[in-house]
C-alpha cells in the first residue's frame, strides 16, 4: 500500500485484475467459521472497520444502473485522495471498459460466494499495480455486495491511505501466497533473513486459516513489512512473480479457472521454498528475533554502566605527571626505585655487575644508555646537566660491553660520577627493548639516547612522542570516537523504527504503545552511550592536553635556554618567539584533535553512505561532492590567516608592549608624572585597530566566498531532498524513512562541513608549526654533536684572549676589532671605556654567552668553544648592572648561586652577611622563606639598591674561580658602595676577576687596568701607569675626579 508500514491483505485474481481486501486486525480472522455466513460476517466486520477510518466517503449503486452511471458515482467521491481519482479517471481513456470487466467478475465471484464482500484496489495503470511503482499512493474502494429485496446492490467505500496493523514485533518485508489451503513463499530467500520470513509464514497461515477451512478456490496475498529495509527488493521480486498470472489472466475469461491454473504454477516453487525455509530454522535452531533484540538492549545498558564507572575512577586519578612521589635518590631507595635489592651498594669505583637478571626499571624517571663507541663523550654532559636539573630525580647509566674490564676503563676516562649499571650480553637484550620513559628515544643502534641527540629533519617525531608517551590514552581517545562515529549511524534505524511506531500508535492507540516505548529506550540509551563516550573522551584529551603543554613547553624553554644570546639581540628572533609562544597550549592537541575528528566523522560518514546506498547510489554520491567546496574554502581561508597572523606579529607586539607600559608597575610612576596615559593608550588604540580592520577585512573577504558555497550547497541539498521525496513518491521508502533520510542528509552535511574545517585545521596547525621547527632548529651555543672537553682544574696558564673580534650578524660594523690581552690566575682587572666602546660586549665574550666571529680565548690552553659549556659556567659567576630580580622567596633568590645548597643556612648567612643583606633581614617576616617583590600576594617590596645586594649576595653565594662584575655599585649609596669593596676585596681574593665601573675610583684595587675606544683595546697597565702615561685613561679619571673636588 502507499504505506509500507505493515499492512496485510487479501486478494483475488479476477481477469487481469487483483482486487485487494485489507485486514485491519488479525482478532477478526482467528476465528474458525464452519459456514459461509461466518465467513460473510468476518468481512462484513472488516468493511465496517474500513468504515470508521476518519477520511472516507461512502455512495452506493444498483447493479441494474449502467455502467456510465456507475462511472460517474465514482467519480463524484469526494474524501482523502479523491483528487488522484479524479485525474485518475482522466487519464484512463478505458476506465469504463475496465470498470464493465471489473462488475462482471464481481457478479461471478457474487455468484459463487452470495453474501461475501469484495474489495476493489483501483491504480494509476489501469489498475495494474505489479508494474507501477507508485501503486502504493492510491485509492483503496471497498465494494461490498449484498442481496436485498430480491436485487444485489453494491456499496462502496473510498478509505485513506491509514496505516492500518503491524503483525508482531519485528517482522520483515517478504510476501506469502496462500493457495487452496497450502503456503507458498514466492521470494528469492536470503539466508541472513530466513527466519524472519519463516515468523511472517507463519503470520500469514494465521490469518487465512478462516477462508482456507471453507473455500478451496481463491488466491490470497499477504504482506508482512519492514525491518530489513530492503521493501523495493523484495517487491520486485514479488512483481516479477506475480506477472505470470497476469498474462494469463488475458487469455481466458474464467476467473475461478484462472486461480486455479496460478495455483498450479506456483505450486512447485512453494512448496521448494517452504522446505528451505523449514531447513535453515533447524540449523538457526529457531532462534527468536526478539530475544536477541532485549538481549542486545541489556548488553548496551551494561556497557554505559561500565563506562560510566570507568570514567569515575579515571576521574579520580590523579595524573601521573602531577604526583608528588618521585623516588628518592639515596642509594638504598634509588635501588629499590629501578627494582634492585634494598642494600644493595654501588662499588666505589662506580661499577655494577649484574648476576645476569635484568633489573626492572619500571619507577626509574630517567634511564640514559650509552655505549662504548665515543657516546659517553657526546652525551655525558647532558646527562649531568639534567641531573643538576632535576636534582630529586634518580638517574642512572647503563653501559653495554662485552667485558667487565671496558666498562672499568670507561667509567675512569670519562669520570662518571653517577651511578653505572653495566649490562653484560646477557642483559643487554632485556634493556634494547624496554621502553624508556620521559621523552627519550631509542635510536637505530638501540642506544637510548635524549632526543635533542636524533635528527630531527623529521620534526612531527615530537608531536608524536608526546602523544605516544600515552599510548594507552592514545588508543582509548581513539576508540571512543569510532564508538561514538557509529551511533549517529545506528540512530537512523532507530529514528525510522521509532517514526513508524509512533504512526501505529496514533492510529491504533494503547495496543502499540509497548513496542514503541521500548524503540524510543533504545533511542534514549544511544543519546546516553554518546554522551557518556563523548564525556569519556574530553577526559583522556584533557590529560593529553596537559601531556602536549607540558613537553612543547619544555622544548621550546629548554631551547630557549640553549640558544645564543646573540638571538635575543634580533627583532625577529622575538617576533618568531612570540609566533610560538602564542597558543603553544593547543597547538599540538589541536593537531591532534583534528585527528581525532576525522576519523570520526569519516567513519560516520562511511556509515552514512551506506545507508543512503541501499536507496539510491545518486543521494550517496551526491553527499559526497558536498565536502569539496566547503573543503577549498577551509583550507583558502587557514592560509589567509596564517599569512596574516606572520604579518601582524611586529604590529602585535607593539600593542601588546604599550598595553604593558600601561599596566606593569616598572612604569607607572613616570606614566602618571608625565600624563602618558593617553598617549600610550592611542598608541596601542592604532595598532589593534590596524590589526582588527585587516582581521575584518579578510572576515568579509571570507564571508561573501562562504555565502556562496553556502547557496551552492544548499542548491545540492535541495537537490538530495528532492530525489528522497521522488523516491518516497515512487514507493521505494516509507514516511519513517523518508523523515530519517532527511535528517541524516542534513547531519551529514553538517558532518562534512566540520571534516572539511578539521583538515583545514590541520592544514593550519602545520603552517604554524612551521614557526615552531624553525624556532627548535635555531642555532644553539653549543651543538649537541659537538667535541666537550672539562673545565681545566687549575689555571695555572691563565686566560689568553688573541685577535678577538666580533660583529652581530647581518651587520658590518665589529664592535671589536684585533683585541689580545693575558690574565693570569688571580688576578684582577679592570675594563673601563665610554659608553658603546665594547666593554659589555668584551666580557659576554669572555663569559662564551657571544662566539667570536675572529681570534681565540682560552682558559689554561682549552679553547672556550671546545669546551663543556655547562661544567665551564659552574667555575664563573657574574653581577650584571641590570640583574635579575626574581619574585621569589629570599632563599631562592640567594641560592639561585649554587641550587644544591640552597637548604644550607649557614652558607645563606655568610653570603648575605658579605653582601650587606642582613641589614634589612630582621624586616622580612618568614626570614629566608619570605616571598619578594609585588608580583605575588604577601610579596615584601625591597628598593632597588636592596635588590642589587641581594644580586651581589647571590654571587657571592656561588663561590666561583672566575668572577665578572658589571657596575656592580651602581645602585648603592657611598658608604654602601665602600662598605661593599672591601667585601668585594675579600670575594676576590685568589680568584680571576673582571669588574667594570664607570666609578674609575674602583680601578685602583685592580691589577691591571684595559681602556677600550670604538671597538679597540687603547691602552692597558695599571692606575699608576696609566696616569703617568697621560693617555686615554688619565682624561677619563681627572675629569670625573673634577666633581667630587
Not at 472497520?49 to 469526494?78: G, H, L
Not at 635575543?568 to 575528528?597: A, I, K, M, P, W
Not at 619578594?932 to 674561580?961: C, M, N, T, V
Amino acid at each position: 500500500m502507499a504505506n509500507t508500514t505493515g499492512n496485510r491483505s487479501s486478494a483475488f485474481c479476477v481477469g487481469r485484475y487483483l482486487v485487494w481486501a485489507r485486514f485491519e486486525s488479525p482478532s477478526v480472522l482467528t476465528s474458525k467459521p464452519a459456514s459461509t455466513s461466518d465467513w460473510s460476517r468476518a468481512l462484513r466486520i472488516f468493511v465496517e472497520m474500513c468504515s470508521r477510518e476518519a477520511r472516507n466517503s461512502r455512495t452506493s449503486f444498483k447493479v441494474d444502473q449502467s455502467p456510465d452511471e456507475v462511472f460517474e458515482a465514482i467519480n463524484n467521491v469526494r474524501g482523502w485522495w479523491s483528487e488522484d481519482m479524479e485525474g485518475m479517471t482522466d487519464e484512463l481513456g478505458e476506465f469504463k471498459y475496465h470498470y464493465q470487466d471489473i462488475h462482471r467478475c464481481t457478479l461471478q465471484i457474487t455468484e459463487l460466494v452470495p453474501g461475501s464482500k469484495v474489495v476493489w484496489h483501483i491504480t494509476n495503470n489501469y489498475f495494474n499495480f505489479v508494474e507501477d511503482k507508485s501503486e502504493w499512493k492510491d485509492t483503496d474502494i471497498v465494494f461490498e455486495i449484498e442481496e436485498k429485496d430480491g436485487q444485489t446492490e453494491v456499496r462502496f467505500t473510498h478509505v485513506g491511505l491509514v496505516p492500518s496493523y503491524e503483525c508482531y514485533d519485528v517482522c520483515t518485508d517478504s510476501w506469502g501466497i496462500y493457495i487452496n489451503g497450502s503456503l507458498h513463499d514466492l521470494i528469492t530467500k536470503e539466508h541472513a533473513y530466513s527466519h524472519r520470513y519463516s515468523q511472517a509464514a507463519q503470520f500469514c497461515r494465521r490469518l487465512a486459516s478462516p477462508f482456507a477451512r471453507n473455500h478451496d478456490h481463491h488466491f490470497l496475498v499477504i504482506k508482512c513489512n519492514r525491518l530489513d529495509g530492503r521493501g523495493p527488493c523484495i517487491r520486485l521480486n514479488w512483481r516479477i512473480s506475480i506477472r505470470n498470472y497476469y498474462s494469463l489472466a488475458q487469455e481466458r475469461a474464467n476467473p475461478m479457472q484462472l486461480l486455479r491454473e496460478a495455483a498450479g504454477r506456483v505450486s512447485g516453487m512453494g512448496d521448494a521454498a517452504e522446505n528451505r525455509l523449514a531447513a535453515h530454522n533447524r540449523i538457526k535452531g529457531g532462534l527468536d528475533l526478539s530475544a536477541i533484540f532485549y538481549m542486545s538492549y541489556v548488553i548496551l545498558w551494561v556497557l554505559v554502566i561500565l563506562l560510566t564507572l570507568a570514567c569515575v575512577h579515571l576521574l579520580r586519578r590523579k595524573p601521573a605527571i602531577l604526583r608528588q612521589d618521585a623516588p628518592s635518590q639515596s642509594d638504598s631507595g634509588g635501588l629499590e626505585s629501578i627494582g634492585l635489592p634494598s642494600g644493595t651498594p654501588f662499588p666505589h669505583d662506580g661499577r655494577l655487575t649484574l648476576d645476569g637478571t635484568a633489573p626492572q626499571f619500571n619507577n626509574a624517571l630517567v634511564i640514559l644508555s650509552m655505549t662504548l663507541c665515543g657516546s659517553c663523550e657526546a652525551l655525558y654532559p647532558q646527562l649531568h646537566r639534567l641531573h643538576h636539573q632535576h636534582p630529586h630525580m634518580p638517574i642512572y647509566i647503563l653501559l653495554f660491553a662485552d667485558q667487565e674490564e671496558q666498562i672499568k676503563q670507561t667509567v675512569e676516562k670519562y669520570k662518571l660520577e653517577l651511578p653505572v649499571i653495566a649490562c653484560t650480553p646477557q642483559d643487554t637484550d632485556y634493556y634494547q627493548t624496554h621502553f624508556f620513559p620521559f621523552g627519550y628515544a631509542v635510536n637505530q643502534d638501540g642506544l637510548v639516547v635524549s632526543k635533542s641527540n636524533l635528527d630531527k629533519e623529521n620534526d612531527l617525531q615530537l608531536l608524536a612522542s608526546a602523544i605516544m608517551d600515552h599510548e594507552v590514552r592514545l588508543k582509548r581517545a581513539c576508540m571512543a570516537q569510532i564508538s561514538t562515529a557509529i551511533l549517529p549511524v545506528l540512530q537512523v534505524y532507530v529514528t525510522i523504527e521509532l517514526v513508524h511506531r509512533t504512526e501505529l500508535v496514533i492510529r491504533d492507540g494503547s495496543s502499540q504503545l509497548g513496542p514503541a516505548f521500548t524503540i524510543l529506550l533504545y533511542q534514549l540509551l544511544l543519546f546516553l552511550l554518546q554522551l557518556v563516550l563523548d564525556v569519556f573522551v574530553d577526559f583522556l584529551v584533557s590529560k593529553i592536553k596537559l601531556v602536549v603543554l607540558l613537553h612543547f613547553g619544555q622544548e621550546v624553554t629548554q631551547k630557549s635556554s640553549r640558544l645564543s644570546l646573540l638571538h635575543f639581540e634580533n627583532h625577529e628572533f622575538f617576533d618568531l618567539l612570540q609566533r610560538v609562544s602564542t597558543g603553544l597550549e593547543y597547538r599540538g592537541l589541536q593537531f591532534f584533535q583534528s585527528f581525532l575528528q576525522i576519523a570520526k566523522n569519516l567513519t560516520t560518514l562511511i556509515g552514512f553512505v551506506i545507508v543512503l546506498l541501499g536507496f539510491h547510489w545518486l543521494l550517496a554520491f551526491g553527499i559526497l561532492l558536498l565536502i569539496f567546496p566547503s573543503l577549498y574554502i577551509d583550507i583558502k581561508e587557514s592560509g589567509f590567516k596564517v599569512s596574516q597572523f606572520v604579518n601582524q606579529t611586529p604590529t602585535r607586539r607593539r600593542s601588546i608592549y604599550f598595553s604593558s607600559l600601561l599596566t606593569e608597575r616598572e612604569w607607572a610612576k613616570e606614566v602618571r608624572i608625565f600624563g602618558l596615559a593617553d598617549y600610550f593608550i592611542n598608541q596601542w588604540r592604532k595598532y589593534c585597530q590596524q590589526n582588527g580592520q585587516e582581521q575584518i577585512d579578510l572576515e568579509r573577504t571570507m564571508s561573501i566566498y562562504k555565502v556562496a558555497v553556502n547557496g551552492l550547497l544548499l542548491v545540492m541539498v535541495t537537490l538530495i531532498s528532492g530525489l528522497l521525496l521522488k523516491l518516497a513518491a515512487a514507493g521505494a521508502m516509507t514516511i519513517a524513512s523518508f523523515v530519517a533520510l532527511i535528517q541524516t542528509v542534513f547531519s551529514i552535511q553538517s558532518n562534512l562541513k566540520f571534516m572539511a574545517t578539521y583538515i583545514a585545521g590541520i592544514y593550519e596547525q602545520a603552517l604554524y608549526a612551521n614557526d615552531l621547527f624553525r624556532f627548535l632548529a635555531l642555532e644553539e651555543e653549543e651543538p649537541d654533536d659537538a667535541p666537550k672537553l672539562p673545565f681545566p682544574v687549575s689555571l695555572e696558564q691563565g686566560i689568553s684572549v688573541k685577535n678577538l673580534g666580533f660583529a652581530y650578524p647581518a651587520h658590518e660594523r665589529s664592535i671589536l676589532r684585533d683585541i689580545s690581552f693575558d690574565v693570569g690566575i688571580g688576578e684582577k682587572i679592570a675594563i673601563v671605556g665610554e659608553n658603546g666602546a665594547g666593554k659589555s660586549t668584551l666580557v659576554k665574550c669572555l663569559l662564551g654567552l657571544y662566539q667570536p666571529t675572529a681570534g681565540t680565548i682560552t682558559y689554561n690552553g682549552i679553547p672556550l668553544d671546545q669546551m663543556d659549556t655547562d661544567e665551564f659556567r659552574k667555575h664563573i659567576t657574574a653581577i650584571f648592572q641590570d640583574f635579575a630580580q626574581y619574585q621569589l622567596t629570599l632563599r631562592e633568590n640567594i641560592g639561585l648561586g649554587h641550587v644544591e645548597w640552597m637548604q644550607e643556612e649557614s652558607r645563606l648567612q655568610v653570603a648575605a652577611a658579605k653582601s650587606g643583606v642582613d641589614e634589612f633581614f630582621n624586616e622580612l617576616s618568614e626570614g629566608y622563606d619570605t616571598e619578594l617583590g609585588h608580583k605575588f600576594l604577601g610579596g615584601h617590596e625591597l628598593s632597588y639598591g636592596q635588590w642589587q645586594k641581594i644580586a651581589i649576595s647571590r654571587a657571592f653565594f656561588r663561590d666561583s674561580a672566575i668572577i665578572v662584575l658589571d657596575e656592580p655599585t651602581s645602585a648603592l649609596d657611598p658608604m654602601a658602595e665602600a662598605q661593599l669593596f672591601e667585601h668585594i676585596a675579600q670575594l676576590t681574593k685568589g680568584k680571576t676577576t673582571f669588574f667594570i665601573s664607570h666609578r674609575l675610583g674602583i680601578c685602583r684595587a685592580a691589577d691591571r687596568i684595559l681602556v677600550l675606544k670604538d671597538g679597540q683595546l687603547v691602552e692597558q697597565g695599571s692606575h699608576d701607569q696609566l696616569m703617568n702615561s697621560d693617555g686615554e685613561y688619565a682624561d677619563m679619571f681627572r675629569t670625573q675626579a673634577e666633581w667630587y673636588q
